[in-house]
């Protein structure tokens, strides 16, 4: 029989890379809270086998009907990327913050308290972080406890909702749009460019990398409790 998965935050970047490669393997539920760019991603898809539902993980009543509506599922992964806090802790603004626990945290365990009863015993939730949890980079302290909080919750998660696996993947410098939100163009090229300056495997990562694992902890049975870094060993350098 064929399995289903559905993607949290499909739409872009990571997500929309799994839901392409998921989708050549069986059914994918593709959620995003714009309906327009749902719309271009299942175009961009191109496979029958991929459907998209409209839904935000900040409403939970959406995501109780949305889990009900599609009834029994297999894997659930939620891949949305958070509202984005970059900068020194000690100039950061703590409003910014709260909302990214919000987003990132707090809707991440909405979707997974909403799909949980429709769940196979068998099946996988595969959540995502950052490469922020995991290197001491200054100027990402928000982002790194966002993404640490996200980290800590998998292996607790997989004793609490065993036969169920729960695992995480953090993915380091990729080439997808949240870039955009950090400052102007100039401002985007320099940091990109000193990140890459500590990346071991010289470049950022593309979003079908990191999919290609995400995609693995799905299919793999024997995975759980685990944290896998996908970040071309950047939280190697000191």
């Not at 069986?26 to 271009?40: A, C, F, I, N, S």
């Not at 029994?72 to 603004?93: F, K, N, R, S």
């Not at 696996?165 to 749009?177: E, H, K, L």
């Not at 990140?195 to 079908?208: D, N, V, W």
Request: glycine share 10%; net charge negative; with cysteine.
């Amino acid at each position: 029989m064929t399995e289903h998965t559905v993607i949290v935050g499909g739409t872009a970047g990571i997500g929309l890379a799994t839901a392409r490669a998921l989708a050549t393997e069986g059914l994918v539920t593709v959620v995003g809270r714009d309906p327009e760019r749902l719309k271009q991603a299942l175009d961009s898809i191109g496979d029958e086998r991929a459907q998209g539902r409209v839904a935000s993980m900040t409403d939970r009543a959406a995501l109780d009907a949305l889990f009900t509506q599609l009834g029994p599922i297999d894997h659930l992964v939620v891949t949305a990327p958070g509202t984005g806090c970059p900068g020194p802790l000690a100039e950061l603004d703590l409003e910014r913050l709260e909302q990214a626990f919000s987003t990132k945290l707090t809707g991440t365990a909405h979707a997974v308290q909403a799909a949980l009863p429709h769940l196979s015993k068998q099946g996988s939730i595969t959540l995502v972080s950052a490469g922020s949890a995991q290197a001491a980079l200054p100027g990402t302290a928000g982002l790194a406890a966002v993404n640490g909080a996200i980290e800590v919750l998998v292996p607790t998660l997989a004793l609490e909702l065993a036969p169920i696996r729960v695992n995480c993947v953090s993915p380091g410098v990729v080439d997808t749009d949240w870039w955009e939100r950090v400052g102007s163009a100039e401002q985007r090229a320099e940091v990109l460019a000193g990140f890459t300056a500590r990346i071991p495997a010289g470049r950022p990562g593309r979003p079908e990398e990191v999919a290609d694992v995400i995609a693995m902890l799905v299919r793999n049975a024997y995975l759980t409790g685990v944290v896998i870094p996908v970040d071309g060993g950047l939280r190697l350098k000191p």
